[in-house]
Nanobody, 122 residues
Framework: QVRLVESGGGLVQAGGSLRLSCSAS???????LGWFRQGPGKKREFVGV????????GFGDSVKGRSTISRDNAKNTAYLQMNSLKPDDTAVYYC????????????????WGQGTQVTVSA
């Protein structure tokens, strides 16, 4: 069982930045870690993914070029850095862990955090 806890959300002005953290209750070194978000009235959307070795990252089109993902396996923590935030980035952000080598869809993730709210004001 992998328990994930997100933190770092909050209210930020458009153009600002946030760094979200995802802490795990167990070793994460063998899991692919993903970030997803769900805005009000919207479907859950893929944000980004980082491989277990941190050697590979991928991003959804809506955040590509504005975000980075990193992980510290020694701390069992992953991070999502988002820059140039827009009101459309307002959503609950979730981290998730997958046993797959690479995963960009929600159904490939078996473990999910409770989410952290990010609100971007105009």
């Amino acid at each position: 069982q992998v328990r994930l806890v997100e933190s770092g959300g909050g209210l930020v002005q458009a153009g600002g930045s946030l760094r979200l953290s995802c802490s795990a209750s167990t070793r994460l070194s063998s899991y692919t870690l993903g970030w997803f978000r769900q805005g009000p009235g919207k479907k859950r959307e893929f944000v980004g993914v980082i491989s277990w070795s941190a050697g590979r990252t991928g991003f959804g089109d809506s955040v590509k070029g504005r975000s980075t993902i990193s992980r510290d396996n020694a701390k069992n923590t992953a991070y999502l850095q988002m820059n140039s935030l827009k009101p459309d980035d307002t959503a609950v952000y979730y981290c998730a862990a997958s046993a797959a080598e690479w995963a960009t869809t929600a159904r490939d993730y078996g473990y999910w955090g409770q989410g952290t709210q990010v609100t971007v004001s105009a």
